[in-house]
C-alpha cells in the first residue's frame, strides 16, 4: 500500500505542464482559466440535475439523469487536475481520475441505450390529456348512469346487473378504442413534415379569422374561400368552389372586375377598396365593404391569382350616418335653443318696455299732482284718468303672464255655463269702443240671435273676443273698420272678426298663436304688446273644445281670425239659473256697500297699500286699524276684537300664512273671517291661502268694489248703498 501510495504520488522524473508552455505567463493563464471555469460549469450542472429529479420524482428512469451528474462531476475533476499539473507533475493521479471518467462514461453510455426506445414509447402530454379527458368523460357518464340505476335498484336489479356487465364491456371497447386510436395518432403525428404543418397552420387561419378571406384564380373564380366569407354572402362553402364571383354573387361581380383585372395585369395590390351591392345572405339589402386585393405571385412575371380580404363596414358605415344624424339634430336643438333664447331676451326687453311706459305715465302725472297741488279740475281729472287707465293696462299684462303660467303649468281652470255669446262680444265692443273712436275706427256688429248658447266660461270668453277686437283696434289705422260677425255653421258656432288693418307677413302666420312671438319685436315698432293675447286666445279656445284660426292675404290687407265653439246641446234653464254670470264688480254697479259699524284689522309691511286700504275701508264707513307685520297684528289682537282681517301674504320674518296659522290656534278667533290680499295671484297661491285658513283669496290689484263687496259678503252686510249716501246719514 505504502508502495503504491508513493509511486502513485511520485513527481520524478517528470515535469509540470507549465514547461510544456515555457511557463509563458499568458499561455499558462489561458490554460488556467478555461480549465477552472469548464470544472465550475461541469460541477454546477449536476446540482441542477438532483435538483430537477428531486421536483420530479415521477419521471420514469430518472435514476439516469444521476449517472448524467456523475460522470460531469468525473469530467469537471480532471479539468481541475489539469490546473494542479501546470505546476506538480502528478500525472499517477491525473491519469487515475481520466480512468474513472472514461469508466463512469462507458457505464452510463451503456445504461443509456436500452432506455432510447423506452423513452421514445412514451406518450406525449397531449395524448395523456387527451386520454385523461376522455376518462374523465367515461366515469362522469359512468357515474350518471350507476347514479340513475341506484334509484330503481329495488326494481330493477337485475337490469342494473345487465346494464353494469354491458357497460363494463363497453367500457373495454372504449379502452381498446382509445388505445387503437392513440396509437394511430402516434403515427400520423409522427409523419407529418414541415409543409403539412404549414398547411394546417394556413387552414386554420382561414377557418377561425373573422375577416372573410378567398383567393380567385386569373379567371375570376373561387379557389378558397373561408366561412366568415362564404356567410357574409349566404352561400356554403362548396357552392363557391370552382365557380366565378359574376354566377355567385351577380350583384357584385361587375363592381369587383375592373379592379381584379387591374390587379391581374400589374401585380400591383389594390388596398380598402368601398364595394356595394347585395348578396343571397340579405337580399334587398344594400351592405358595404372594405375590400383589399393581393395578387399571389408565382414569380415576378407571373401572377396566379388574387388573395382577397373583405371585412363588411355597414354597420360602421350606419354608425357614422347615426353620427352625422345625431350632429345635423344636435346643431337643429342649438339653434332652437338659441332662438328661444333669442325670444326670450327680446320678450324681457319688450316686457321691460311694456311695464316701463305705464310707469311712466303713472309716476309723471302722480308727481305733478303732489307738486302742483293747484292744478285746474280738468288737468286733475285728465290725469287721474291715465294713472287708472296705466295702472289697468299693468294690471292686464301681469294677468295675461299669469295666464301664461297656467297655461304652461296646465292649473287654467273654466266656470262652465251656458252662455248667450251675443251678450259677451257685446260686452267686449263695449270695452275696446273708446279707444276705436279715438282713432276714428269703425266697429260693425253682424250678430245672429239664433246662433244659439254655448257651454264655457263667460268671463274667459269675453276676454277671447276683447283679445282679437283690441288686437284688430290696434293694428288698424285712423278711419279703418273692424267687423264682428257670429253665425251658427252646422254644429258649431263661429265668430269673425276681420279689420282693414296692416295684414299679417305670410311668413309670420304660423307664429301668431305661438307665446312671445310678435311679428316686430324692434325698438322701432308702433305697437305694444307682449305677445301673449294671441296665444292665451288660442289656449281658452281649445279649453272650450273649439279651434282658432287666421287668414292674412299679406302685408296691408288685413287680417280675418275665426273662432269655431261646439254649440251645447238646447236644454231648459232652471228658475233662477243665470245664462252669463259677470264677476266684475265694477260692470255691474258703481254703488258700494255700507260698512258702518264693523271693526277691521289690515296687516301689511307697504306702507302705501296699506294706507289705500285703509282709506277705502274708512271712506265706507269702518273703523280700521293697521300693522305692519305679523308680530303686531297678533299684539293688536290681544285687545281688540276685530271683525275681519285682511292680511297680505308676502311680509318680512312671518308672512300672511304663519299669522292666520297662529290666529286660529292661540286665540278665540276662529270664527273670524280673514281675507289674504297678496301679489302672489297664481291658483296654487289661492289654494294654499284657503287650506291655511283664509275665507277668501284677493289678488292685487285689487278692484275697490271687488274689495268692499268682499268685506260686505263676509262680514253679513248684503244691503248696498253708496258709501256717499251712507256719510250723508251718519252726519
Known sequence: MTNFLRVTLAVNPFIPHGHCYLWKPDLVWLHLASDFLIAVAYYSIPFALVYFVQRRRDLPFNWIFLLFGAFIVACGTTHLMEIWTLWHPTYW???????????????TAVQLLPLIPKALALPSPAQLTEANQQLEAQIEERQRIEAEL?????????????????????????????????????????????????????????????????????????????????????????????????????ELGEAQAQIFQQVIQTGTPSLNQEIRGMTPAQPGI???????????RLSEQQVLGVNIVVQEITEQKQAELERERLLAS?????AAAEAANRT?????????????????????????????????????????????????????LINDLLDISRIITGK????????????????????????????????????????????????????????????????????????????????QVEIVVSDSGLGINPDFLPFVFDRFQQADSKTTRSHGGLGLGLAIVRHLVELHGGSVSVYSAGLGQGA???????????????????????????????????????????????????????????????????????????????????????SDIGMPNEDGYTLIRQLRAEFDSKRLPAVALSA??????????????????????????????????????????SCSQAAQNQN
Open 150 to 250: 341506484r334509484r330503481y335498484q329495488n326494481e330493477l336489479e337485475l337490469r342494473v346487473q345487465e346494464r353494469t356487465a354491458e357497460l363494463v364491456a363497453a367500457n373495454k371497447q372504449l379502452q381498446r378504442e382509445i388505445t387503437e386510436r392513440q396509437r394511430i395518432e402516434n403515427v400520423l403525428r409522427s409523419s407529418q413534415e414541415t409543409t403539412q404543418r404549414q398547411l394546417v397552420e394556413l387552414e386554420s387561419i382561414y377557418r377561425n379569422t373573422p375577416i372573410g378571406l378567398c383567393v380567385l384564380d386569373t379567371e375570376f373564380r373561387f379557389m378558397r374561400i373561408n366561412e366568415s366569407l362564404a356567410e357574409m354572402n349566404g352561400l356554403p362553402v362548396s357552392e363557391h368552389i370552382g365557380r366565378s364571383v359574376r354566377e355567385v354573387l351577380p
Open 560 to 646: 280675418i281670425f275665426t273662432v269655431q265653439l261646439p254649440l251645447m246641446v238646447a236644454q231648459p234653464l232652471k228658475e233662477g239659473e243665470r245664462v252669463h254670470p259677470r264677476a266684475d264688480a265694477d260692470a255691474l254697479r258703481s254703488d258700494l256697500p255700507q260698512l258702518y259699524g264693523l271693526h277691521i284689522l289690515v296687516v301689511d309691511d307697504e306702507v302705501d297699500a296699506r294706507e289705500l286700504i285703509r282709506m277705502i275701508l274708512h271712506q265706507c264707513g269702518a273703523e280700521v286699524s293697521v300693522a305692519a307685520s305679523a308680530s303686531e297684528a297678533i299684539a293688536l289682537l290681544d285687545r281688540l276684537q276685530p271683525d275681519l282681517l285682511i
Open 412 to 491: 287654467l281652470r273654466l266656470n262652465v255655463c251656458p252662455v248667450e255669446l251675443i251678450t259677451v262680444i257685446e260686452a267686449a265692443i263695449d270695452t275696446v269702443r273708446p279707444a276705436a273712436d279715438a282713432k276714428g275706427i269703425q266697429i260693425r256688429a253682424i250678430l245672429d240671435p239664433e246662433a244659439g248658447p254655448v257651454s264655457g266660461d263667460v268671463d274667459r270668453l269675453q276676454q277671447v273676443v276683447w283679445n282679437l277686437l283690441s288686437n284688430a283696434v290696434k293694428f288698424t289705422p285712423r278711419g279703418g273698420w273692424v267687423q264682428v260677425r257670429l253665425e251658427r255653421v252646422n254644429s
Open 93 to 107: 493521479i491525473s491519469g487515475g481520475l481520466k480512468a474513472t471518467t472514461a469508466g463512469i462514461s462507458l457505464f
Open 330 to 334: 344636435e346643431q337643429m336643438a342649438r
Open 680 to 721: 302672489y295671484a297664481r291658483v296654487e297661491d289661492r289654494t294654499r291661502a284657503l287650506a291655511a285658513g283664509f275665507q277668501l283669496h284677493l289678488a292685487k290689484p285689487v278692484n275697490l268694489p271687488e274689495l268692499t263687496a268682499a268685506v260686505a259678503s263676509l262680514t253679513g252686510r248684503t244691503e248696498l248703498d
Open 344 to 396: 326670450k331676451d327680446e320678450f324681457l326687453s319688450v316686457l321691460s318696455h311694456e311695464l316701463r311706459t305705464p310707469l311712466n305715465a303713472i309716476l309723471g302725472w302722480a308727481q305733478m299732482l303732489r307738486s302742483k297741488p293747484q292744478l285746474d279740475a280738468a288737468i286733475v281729472q285728465r290725469a287721474l284718468e291715465t294713472i287708472e287707465r296705466n295702472a289697468r293696462g299693468q294690471a292686464n
Open 286 to 296: 344594400e351592405r358595404i365593404w372594405r375590400v383589399s386585393y393581393y395578387p399571389l
